[in-house]
């Protein structure tokens, strides 16, 4: 791992155990952050757009509508108030 890789995984572990993840969850998207960088660092506004809107329909399937709403499952974001 390149220093300013182990640099931005420790501040992203950092800012997600202070914004109250669960640890798995946390880990999870830590792991997915450079995924989707690297994936999308090419793409345009739109299709930036396009892909933000697809990931949120996944959510959706996965969640429900409540993500809509500002839902927050026990422990994510306890400590940030809305």
Known sequence: ???PLKEFDQS????VSVA???RDVGN???LAIP???QQTQHMTPAELEQYGADEF??????HGTRWRNGYRPP???ST???
């Open 20 to 22: 109250g993840f669960p």
């Open 1 to 3: 791992m390149t220093k």
């Open 28 to 30: 999870n998207l830590v």
């Open 80 to 82: 940030i108030s809305t």
């Open 12 to 15: 992203a572990r950092t800012w």
């Open 75 to 77: 422990g994510v974001w």
């Open 57 to 62: 329909v996944k959510l959706e399937r996965a």
């Open 35 to 37: 995924k989707v960088a």
